[in-house]
């Protein structure tokens, strides 16, 4: 719900410096008046001056743009509500007009899309799209964690990686889809017998790109699109 606009005193049976006053006028957001919409609080201790604030004085009826309150009927239901405030609420004379704006509806908070850490990663180490699980953000997620390796042609942490940490993705194309030491399947069709040949990676790559492979007989060459599956 909006502020309340102009302050104008009303005049007051026990005025005095430390009293509450209350607004000659007032434009708000929505149906609901609240105390804090209505009234200057600042004379009030700030133990008070927050519960005082939200005092729910009265709900507009359907379709009204406008309120006339009585003054002396908005202190006595504040009073009712909140007797710890009688001390600053000497009863009021006059009228508060209120404006009454309709309500701005809340937009949900759009998501985007971003990924989560599965487990710890260490500052400086070699990173695969596996280690990682993707997920959505509420608003725009920590960058700059990841650096790439020239040298080495990797995607390495830049710092500590907590489990669960909500990171920005890298370029796809630069996320290893594979590092040494990780099985990569070769499917080969032979007539209507498919054979998947298990070999390991001796360096990093990404999906779709060719990665260096060693055999179990020790033979090293090249495969196109590591797959990390049978």
Avoid at 121 to 136: H, I, K, R, T
Wanted: proline share 10%; hydrophobic share 50%.
């Amino acid at each position: 719900m909006g502020g309340a606009a102009l302050s104008l005193a009303l005049t007051a049976a026990i005025a005095g410096p430390h009293a509450v006053t209350l607004l000659g006028h007032a434009r708000i957001s929505g149906d609901r008046v609240a105390l804090g919409e209505i009234a200057d609080l600042s004379p009030l201790p700030p133990s008070l001056r927050g519960p005082a604030s939200r005092l729910l004085i009265t709900i507009a009826p359907t379709g009204r743009h406008a309120l006339a309150l009585s003054a002396a009927e908005v202190t006595e239901r504040a009073r009712a509500l909140m007797p710890a405030l009688s001390p600053w609420l000497p009863t009021a004379a006059g009228k508060i007009d209120v404006d009454l704006e309709p309500e701005t509806p809340r937009q949900a908070p759009r998501s985007v899309p971003c990924l989560a850490v599965k487990a710890p990663l260490a500052a400086g180490a070699e990173v695969a799209a596996a280690d990682f699980a993707p997920a959505l953000c509420e608003q725009a997620p920590q960058s700059h964690a990841f650096r790439y390796d020239a040298a080495n042609g990797t995607m390495r942490a830049a710092r500590d990686l907590a489990t669960d940490e909500r990171l920005a993705a890298p370029p796809s194309g630069d996320m290893a889809a594979v590092l040494p030491g990780d099985a990569v399947y070769i499917h080969t069709t032979i007539g209507h017998v498919a054979v998947a040949r298990r070999v390991e990676a001796v360096e990093p790559a990404a999906a779709g790109r060719a990665v260096f492979v060693k055999a179990d007989d020790g033979d090293v060459f090249s495969v196109p699109a590591p797959e990390t599956s049978p």
